[in-house]
C-alpha cells in the first residue's frame, strides 16, 4: 500500500488543528501519530506529560523517531506542555476524542462532522485542538470538562478500541477530506478520446453484420433482442477510440483466420492495432 | 483513546468486503489489519502468500496475536491463498489500493466514494474484496490489473505513504460509514428539559431587573442593546430547565450576599440548586 513515500520535491501541507497527546504512554506511538499527522497535512503537535518524558534524546528517541519514518520534522517542531490548560491557552476552541459517553453536557460530534466545523472556523482564522488521551485509559473527565464538544468515531460497538495513532490518523484523514477535498490524489491514466456515436454504430453495423453472416442470431426472430443485448454490454464499457479499433481489430482477425506471414493489404488501416 | 475495548456483550457486526492481503511482509502487520477490520465490522481475511508464512503457528503467532488484540478471532478465521487469483475467485468485484496512479485505465475511487458503491453493491448480494498490496512495494501491475477498479486515499502529496494497517484502518472507517452511517456511537448525557421560553423570559426580567437596580446598564440609552446582546449571550448555552434553575440561583446568591449559616426561607423554592 506504500509505494510513494515522503517526497521532498513537493511542499508538505501543514496547518489545521492541533493535536494535542495528553499524557501519552510510549513515546513509539507519538512518533506513530506524528506519521499519521503528515499523511493529513496537520503539523502542530503538541505532548502534555508525556509518561516516558520528552522524546527528543536519549533511548525513547530511537523508537519514536523510527516510528515517526519521514514525519521526524513534527516531533522536532512539537511542542512540550506541564498542563493541558498550558496546552491550549492560545487556542480558540477545543474537541475532546473520546471513545465513551463522559456524562458531560456537550455536543457530541462524528469525526467527519467535527473536521468540517474545525476547517471553516480556521478558515475564519481560529485557532483550534484536538485533544487524545492516554492509550490505556483516554481522557480523564476533567480533561474533557476542558473541551467544547466531544469526537467520536462510528465504530463495531463490540470492538470498539482504537489505539491513539488510529484515531489521530482518522482525525487527520477527515481533516484532509474537509479542508483539502476528498478527491483521490490521482486520476486514471490518460486515455484515447471517448469514441463519437458514428465509430461506435460504426463498429456495431460491422459486427452484427459477421454474426450475422456466421448464423450467430438463432433463432433469427431474436436477433433484435440479442443485438440490443450485444450493443448495451458495448455500453457498458464506455470506449475509447482506442478501444473500438482495438476491438474491431480483434473481429476483422478472428474473422479471416491466422494471418499470412507476410501481411496482406487491408482495407481497415487500424486493424491491427491492439490499444 | 480507548477506554471501551473488546465487549464480549454487545453482538460483534460482521460482514462487508473481504480485505485481502496480498503478500504481506510481517506477520505483526497482518495482525494490527485483524485489529482494524475489527473495529469496523469487517470480518473476511483472505492472505495471499504472506511473506513470512501463516502466522497461526509458531514464533510469528505471537507477534501477529498479540497485535491483533481482541481480533484474534479473525486470524483464526482466515483463509490462506496461493495466488491472487484463487482468493478473487469467488468474488464479483474487487478493488485494488493504490497510493500512485498505474497506468491502467480503470475508474480512481476514493476510498469513500468507494466504499459506498461497496454498500450498495453487498446489499444487493454481491461478494467484493479489497486488495492491498506488500508493505514495500504495493501491488504490482498484474495484481492492480486483476481489479475492477482502484481504489486511493486523499493524502498530503509531500507525504503520501501510509502503512499496511493505516490502510485496512481507512478502508474500514469509511465501509462502516456507508453501511453502518456514521453517527457517533453515543449521544450526549441525558439532561434536564430544553427550558420553555416562559422560564427564560422570566429568568430575563428577574436579572435585568436586578442589574438595574445594581446601575449596571450606564448609559440608560443603551439598555435595549446591551439587554439584547445579554440575552443573545444566554440563547447560545441553549439552556436546560436546570441551567435556568443554576443561574438563577447563582444570580440570587450574588445578589443577597454571603448565606446566613441557618438559610432563611426563599421566595424561589429552587434557587439553591447547583445543576
Known sequence: MTGAGTNHTIPSLAGGPAIILVRPQLAVNIGMCARAMANFGLSDLRLVNPREGWPRTGALRKGAYAAAAGAVHLLEQAKLYSSLEEAVADLNGTFAT???????????????TAMTEAATRLSFGEKLGILFGPERTGLDNEEVALADKIVSFPVNPAYASLNLAQAVLLVGYEWMKAAHGSAPPFQPADRSPAAPREMILSFFDYLEGELARVGFFRPLAKRPVMQNNLRNMFHRMNMSEQDVRSFRGMIVRLVEGPRADKPKKKSQPSSDDKG
Not at 471513545?99 to 460530534?109: D, I, M, W
Open 98 to 112: 473520546t471513545a465513551r459517553e463522559r456524562g458531560q453536557l456537550k455536543p457530541v460530534l462524528a469525526a467527519d
